[in-house]
């Protein structure tokens, strides 16, 4: 069954920048849409990136459009996000999950993993 381990969080301070890393096991990435997400404590799960299976299309939530970049390497099994000028309001666990269809809704994904706590502070 395909897992998910998500590594790569960590306390910065505004402005700074960190790599999130998504390492899967049990199957192969290869046809899969992949997706990070994000929430934090008594709210809803947001979509904040995704990369289709060729790796050709990639979307972005508004909020970090610019600032934020996917990637995959699928002989890797990994996925990562970059993450610069880093923001208070970044602050939440990071997930990272699979779906067969392209899109930021996480209804569509499964698979999750655990997550990584990411903390933006001065």
């Known amino acids: 069954q395909l897992q998910f381990v998500e590594s790569g969080g960590g306390l910065v301070q505004p402005g700074g920048s960190l790599r999130l890393s998504c390492v899967a096991s049990?199957?192969?990435?290869?046809?899969?849409?992949i997706g990070w997400f994000r929430q934090a404590p008594g709210k809803e799960r947001e979509g904040v990136s995704c990369?289709?299976?060729?790796?050709?299309?990639?979307m972005y939530a508004d909020s970090v459009k610019g600032r934020f970049t996917i990637s995959r390497d699928d002989a890797k099994n990994t996925v990562y996000l970059e993450m610069n000028s880093l923001k208070p309001e970044d602050t939440d666990v990071y997930y990272c999950?699979?779906?067969?269809?392209?899109?930021?809704?996480?209804?569509?994904?499964?698979?999750w993993g655990q997550g990584t706590q990411v903390t933006v502070s001065s």
């Open positions: 990369i289709s299976s060729s790796g050709g299309s990639t």
């Open positions: 999950a699979a779906s067969w269809s392209y899109g930021l809704g996480p209804a569509e994904y499964e698979y």
């Open positions: 049990g199957f192969t990435l290869d046809y899969l849409t």
